[in-house]
């Protein structure tokens, strides 16, 4: 039987993700949208020829009998609310990044999920379904490169809107790293550090890019990662493991090697969509599996939980310019 799912949110990656489980993925349909711009999710139901109800509200699309579980892809400070309205139903949901917008947010997740005796929360952190960095992981965990030491990672975007303010390099770009090194290396952050290089003339006014984040793990490896999110030539993700006996790189996507005007030259992706297309269609169709067959295994709550605590030390360690600590504590056996 198909997997009835309720979308909250369609705007860019909520529109992405309908189409994904309408188009790609199987075992799940969507019967039912809520957005706060109604007309938006009304319009795109329409063009997109959808047989599903556009609903009033977020609540009444999580208490409706057929919706079997949740999609939350609205913007980041809803999520904690939706989320929390998913759990207390005692419906399986799949949030976007972030879990929440603060770590006291995600907290309350942590603690009604574990409350509720079953996990129910997978969080969009898609970087663990690229087949790069799986690949990458695989290298890390079968010994071929000894123990991890130091990782060099870069996190750059072309261009970002007006509306990127603020701390987002940390909240909304670094959130990614934070979640994919922890997994890559299978360990956890102690302190973080900012350092603000010279300032691109390409940022907009209000944003100091690019950054240098500088992380330590509990085993003692050291981690540093450009984010530059107005660099102009491209969205260049990259990531080099150095261990005791070798260096392994994240691979590059696929790309035709062109020899041509005089020239040897590969093409860099400028859109981060693309890049990570068939990392979100696994994701997804992994949490549809999972979640049909009655157990969610993807990134969890905690892991949620932990990339907003990290992102508040970055932010904190950014605003002082000292090292700040990352103090968590043991994750609670109900997460494994
Ligand atoms: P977006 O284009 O602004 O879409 C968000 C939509 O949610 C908008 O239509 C917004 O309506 C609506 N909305 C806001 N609050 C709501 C609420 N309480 N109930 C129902 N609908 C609500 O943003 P987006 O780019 O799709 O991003 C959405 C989320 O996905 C963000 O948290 C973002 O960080 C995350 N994301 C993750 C990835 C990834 O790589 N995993 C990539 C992109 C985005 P209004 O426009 O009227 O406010």
């Known amino acids: ?141 079968d010994g071929t490169i ?27 770009t670094f959130i990614h790293e934070i979640d994919t090194l922890r997994w890559l290396l299978d360990d956890d952050y102690v302190s973080a550090q900012v350092i603000e290089p010279r300032r691109t003339r390409n940022a907009h006014a209000g944003l100091h890019d690019p950054i240098v984040v500088l992380l330590e793990t509990r085993k003692g490896i050291r981690i540093d990662c450009e984010v530059f999110v107005a660099c102009r030539f491209g969205y260049d993700i990259r990531c080099q493991i150095v261990g005791e006996t070798g260096a392994a790189d994240l691979p590059d996507p696929p790309s035709v090697a062109l020899r041509s005007a005089g020239r040897a030259s590969t093409a860099i992706q400028m859109d981060w969509k693309q890049r990570f297309v068939d990392a979100y269609d696994l994701e997804l169709q992994e949490w549809i599996t999972s979640t049909a067959a009655g157990a969610v295994s993807g990134p969890t709550a905690w892991d949620g939980y932990f990339a907003a605590v990290t992102a508040d030390a970055c932010i904190a360690a950014r605003q002082t310019r000292r090292i700040v600590p990352i103090e968590i504590g043991a994750r609670p056996r109900f997460y494994g």
């Open 1 to 141: 039987m198909s997997l009835r799912l309720g979308v909250i949110g369609t705007g860019a990656i909520g529109q992405d993700h309908i189409r994904r489980i309408t188009r790609k993925t199987h075992g799940a349909r969507v019967v039912a949208l809520n957005d706060i711009a109604r007309a938006q999710a009304q319009a795109f139901a329409e063009r997109e020829r959808l047989d599903a109800r556009v609903v009033e509200t977020a609540g009444e699309l999580i208490a409706a009998p057929d919706v079997d579980a949740v999609l939350v892809t609205s913007w980041g400070p809803s999520h904690e609310e939706l989320v929390l309205a998913s759990i207390a139903a005692g419906k399986p949901v799949f949030c976007e990044k972030p879990l929440a917008t603060t770590a006291a947010g995600a907290r309350r997740i942590v603690d009604a999920e574990m409350q509720g005796g079953r996990r129910l929360v997978q969080v969009g952190f898609m970087r663990r379904y690229d087949a790069g960095y799986r690949a990458l992981k695989q290298t890390v965990d």
């Open 146 to 172: 000894g123990a991890a030491l130091m990782v060099h990672c870069a996190h750059r975007n072309p261009a970002v809107p007006e509306a990127y303010v603020g701390d987002m390099a940390i909240t909304d």
